[in-house]
């Protein structure tokens, strides 16, 4: 009987479906097991290849860990709200809720096209009313509540209210945004309003001006990594940093917690370093810097306060909220100029760009206070507002931005740590003798920062304190397609969160999603909406994409329940995630957003564990050829030319510049390889891809190609080649080396597209995809079939006992296959299969035994090959509600013992003993061997050295 992978795949497809093979519950006696994907976005581009990566990996260990007796929990859905589906609605009227359903199909049909183990009654969607209504509750849980440091957690707010009206806030130790303090008399003293300015200083989540990165034309605020060059990265529409009211959530509250709780999970080294250097905990000074002819202070905070006789100048950030009152008439022009520069400016460039400085000076002064002298205080987009208090003491000789910013502006450098005792060591490295620095001269630097951090206490400039680069994190967009802020507004602004019962909030009904201008977001629009008949107003701000994210884990241990976010049963049951696979780029926003809501809630006692993911793995990239075309950049006689990567060298000598151009692989004959290329036939049919360039040169070495003609180079043969540049890169729908795993699939076969992305490296690792590769793989899974068919296809599986050799290639197989999924090596499984079914096949093994066996242990990797073989084996329920093959260490036991044996330390023969042999035996047996004889007769044997179960070497003399 043929292997036929498509029609055996649609069969159990339906069978799995029909059966509810995979729907699970928490009411179950067995051992719980968590395997969690990282749900994707439905982009209208649908999955390529590379996306299925994670989820094939996570379902072979959540059908490895069914098969070993778990009760598996392995769910799937949608991150569902978001920009792309708003954009596309206002270019073509298509409402996002519509277009987010047709992808949110396509995609369903292409995971259920691999045969995934998902159990898809969980499926959530993040812009369905039953799930967001959630997504409000947690919000409005936050805004209700504030971190008390002393008690390392949330609590409700109204317990700080009690406090105030008690006692004021001096001595309350909460996380907070507040800059005055005020006794119970003066709390009690505010009106409605001002009390409820203080508390939006002190609640999780709060609203307050920032600086965000605004697109007029897209309407919303934009995070860095969606601004590139001063634009959108979508559209390309010009960004400007500009002050507004957006909602925040207190992430920092959680600083500590976040960085100190790494500890307790099982996340690679590598992605626990990129968090703990996001949240950047660092121990310095705050302090105080006068301002010359002013009453007013500049409030910086350093790590090095030991150089501080060092700082010869100071910068703040273009937003600070001193730069107009320190502006002087005569630099008005300049600051505004600048101003208007920095405006256009990212947040993330400004950070990245080091090798442009750029400043401008105030006119204005500080005064050092130890050095007592004068300073010039300047602005530098270096310096961010919302990092740290928005300024910085400059100290030249030893930090590298304020050095380029001192030499280009002409500016004092004074050097104050000597580290010529310390080759090697960098500006960055706390290491050193301080020197030109008074009291501290000759101290080592640690000594020095302990000494000036005292100075600084006992002499009143400022006090020790911890600062964080964590920043809170904006939750505010000016867009349509996103949750609604279960927040209203009574007639002063004084913000309230929605009683659970009126939730959720849903989104009204709108033709029109494009946004409003002057930062009002389109729900503005809806003024029936926005205008209650109580005379408070909504929230029109919309959620990020990041909202739904943050919790999502949660709700699939409960999806249907309308009551409560997750019952306690379901949630102490299923706890937490045991396995989480995404890839980095979330390595920090979804991450440490879903952390943080975790704990809240934990502090809460909703849930009973403090980290949402105990293991996570972060997928590499399954990467994709694009193949280039070379264009000079100038036109020649008004056309483009193209030419062969050959003569690029040659050309580049006479002047000419070239840019590279992707083209569509599937044009290029030989793609992938060295010497890829277009011929004719490439060429015509990617002009008529691109018929911008239908009257373009295309030059080879032997011909050249235009207007439909080629012509043959004076003196060469006339063939048409154009060498392309081949390198492995994103997979892109921009490089067009995008592969569909529908067309692979029809073509192979789900299991062996499952099986072929497992083998072809490390799951952790970036590799290529090369659909050439493929055909081991479906060969293989046809060995594989073969194995219970004889050589007329006929059904060949025998009842009769397995030898000793058959059992060891089972075991063998069974016991590195455990081996490597438990640590997650799917590609060394893969390459353990095609050895197993070689070394079955040579032994002409047919027997029921081995091949029952095989098929469960295949049955996670090829789970449509193993059903199918399974039922024909006669078993009755799924091969998936089966058990994992268990080891039995016996059979792997050697029997006998190839031994090498050398005469002087050259091998002469080799020869087989029982495994037990001793070594006294081996000695005297080995010598009465005719082949060692010839070697040994008339010589003096002095020595025969027995290394057990290795080698025999025999010395002689002469």
């Given amino acids: 009987m043929e292997y036929k992978p498509r029609e055996i795949e649609k069969k159990w497809k339906a069978y799995w479906d029909e059966h509810k093979v995979y729907k699970v519950s928490h009411q179950s006696d067995r051992p719980k097991f968590y395997v969690l994907d990282m749900f994707p976005y439905p982009s209208g581009a649908g999955l390529h290849v590379g996306h299925p990566l994670g989820y094939i990996a996570s379902d072979i260990y959540a059908r490895y860990k069914r098969l070993k007796g778990f009760n598996v929990l392995h769910p799937m859905g949608y991150d569902a709200f978001g920009l792309p589906a708003e954009q596309y609605a206002i270019t073509t009227g298509v409402h996002p809720a519509k277009s987010t359903a047709e992808n ?42 504030y971190y008390d440091k002393e008690l390392n957690k949330a609590m409700p707010i109204e317990t700080l209210v009690a406090r105030f009206a008690k006692e004021g806030n001096t001595k309350v130790n909460a996380a907070n945004s507040q800059d005055k303090t005020f006794s119970a008399a003066e709390w009690q003293a505010m009106s409605n309003k001002e009390q409820a300015d203080v508390l939006m200083n002190y609640r999780l989540a709060y609203k307050k001006a920032s600086y965000v990165n605004w697109c007029e034309a897209l309407g919303t605020v934009l995070a860095n990594d969606e601004v590139k060059d001063g634009v959108s990265e979508r559209g390309g529409h010009p960004v400007e940093r500009r002050a507004m009211m957006q909602w925040s959530l207190r992430i920092t509250a959680y600083a500590d917690r976040l960085l100190y709780d790494l500890e307790n999970i099982d996340w690679s080294d590598a992605m626990k370093r990129m968090q703990g250097n996001w949240i950047g905990r660092s121990v310095g000074a705050q302090m105080f810097f006068p301002i010359v002819g002013s009453e007013q202070k500049i409030e910086i905070f350093t790590t090095r306060p030991d150089t501080i006789f060092g700082a010869t100048y100071m910068v703040i950030a273009p937003e600070h909220d001193l730069v107009p009152s320190l502006t002087t008439p005569d630099q008005q022009e300049k600051v505004a100029a600048y101003l208007t520069y920095v405006k256009a400016r990212s947040e993330r460039e400004r950070m990245a760009d080091v090798k442009e400085v750029t400043g401008a000076f105030l006119g204005s002064y500080a005064i050092n ?35 380029a910013f001192a030499r280009k502006f002409g500016l004092k450098i004074i050097d104050v740590v000597d580290k010529s005792n310390y080759p090697g060591s960098t500006r960055h490295d706390k290491e050193g003798i301080i020197i030109n620095s008074g009291f501290l001269n000759g101290m080592e630097v640690p000594a020095a920062i302990d000494e000036m951090l005292n100075r600084i206490e006992s002499m009143g400039l400022g006090k020790r304190q911890v600062n964080y680069k964590l920043r809170d994190a904006l939750f505010s967009r000016q867009r349509y397609w996103g949750e609604p802020f279960p927040i209203t507004y009574d007639a002063e602004g004084i913000a ?8 959720p909030l849903e989104l009204p009904d709108m033709d029109d999603f494009k946004p409003s201008t002057g930062g009002q977001a389109p729900l503005a629009r809806a003024t029936e909406w926005v205008n209650l008949p109580d005379g408070t107003t909504r929230e029109t701000d919309t959620m990020p994409g990041s909202a739904g994210s943050s919790w999502y884990f949660l709700r699939y241990m409960d999806p249907q329940n309308d009551q409560e976010f997750a019952s306690q049963d379901a949630v102490n049951y ?26 809240f809630l934990y502090d809460k006692g909703l849930v009973p564990t403090n980290e949402p993911f105990k293991k996570l793995i972060n997928q590499g990239m399954i990467q994709g050829v694009v193949e280039n075309l070379y264009m000079q950049k100038d036109k020649v006689n008004g056309v483009n030319r193209f030419v062969c990567a050959s003569l690029v060298a040659a050309e580049e000598a006479k002047g000419h510049k070239f840019t590279k151009l992707p083209v569509l692989v599937d044009y290029v004959s030989d793609y992938g390889l060295p010497g890829s290329y277009l011929n004719e036939a490439g060429i015509k049919q990617f002009i008529e891809w691109r018929p911008d360039y239908a009257q373009a040169i295309f030059e080879g070495p032997e011909a050249i190609f235009q207007n439909g003609k080629v012509t043959a180079k004076s003196g060469k043969s006339g063939a048409l080649q154009l060498i392309t540049q081949s390198e492995v890169g994103k997979m892109s729908k921009s490089l067009y080396n995008v592969i569909n795993p529908d067309d692979v699939v029809e073509q192979y076969g789900a299991d062996c597209f499952r099986m072929y992305e497992m083998f072809l490296g490390p799951i952790e690792q970036a590799k290529p995809w090369d659909t050439k590769g493929i055909s081991g793989v479906y060969n293989f899974l046809r060995k594989f079939w073969g194995l219970f068919y004889d050589k007329t296809g006929n059904w060949n599986v025998s009842d009769a006992e397995p030898s000793r050799e058959e059992l060891k290639i089972l075991h063998t ?34 027997k029921l035994e081995i091949l029952e066996e095989m098929v469960q242990l295949i049955a996670p990797f090829a789970p449509h090959l193993a059903e199918e073989l399974w039922h024909q084996l006669g078993k009755s329920g799924s091969v998936h509600h089966a058990r994992f093959p268990v080891l039995n260490e016996e059979y792997l036991i050697e029997d006998t013992i190839e031994y090498p044996v050398q005469i002087n330390g050259k091998l002469r023969t080799t020869v087989a003993f029982a495994a037990d042999t001793t070594p006294q035996v081996l000695e005297k047996a080995v010598l009465e061997l005719e082949a060692v004889q010839k070697w040994t007769e008339g010589k003096e044997v002095k020595k025969v050295i027995v290394v057990p179960k290795r080698m025999i070497n025999i010395v002689v003399a002469g």
């Fill in 369 to 403: 206070p130890f050095t007592e002298e004068q300073i010039p205080i300047w602005i530098g987009e270096y310096v961010l507002k919302d990092y740290g208090t928005g300024a910085i003491m400059a100290v030249p000789s030893d930090d590298d931005r304020d050095d």
């Fill in 574 to 599: 299923w706890q937490d995630v045991d396995l989480y696979i995404g890839g980095t780029e979330h390595a920090v926003g979804h991450l440490m957003y879903s952390r943080m809501w975790h704990k």
């Fill in 496 to 503: 309230q969160a929605m009683a659970p019962a009126d939730l």
């Fill in 813 to 846: 197989a069974i016991k590195r296959i455990t081996d490597d999924v438990e640590r997650y090596s799917f590609n060394t499984c893969v390459s353990t299969f095609m050895i197993a079914t070689n070394d079955l096949q040579k032994a002409a093994c047919n």
């Fill in 104 to 145: 949110i199909a396509r995609y369903r049909e292409q995971l259920d096209n691999l045969g995934f183990s998902f159990d898809w009654d969980r499926e959530v969607r993040t812009c369905e009313p039953a799930y967001y209504k959630w997504t409000q509750w947690i919000f409005a849980e936050l805004f209700k509540h």
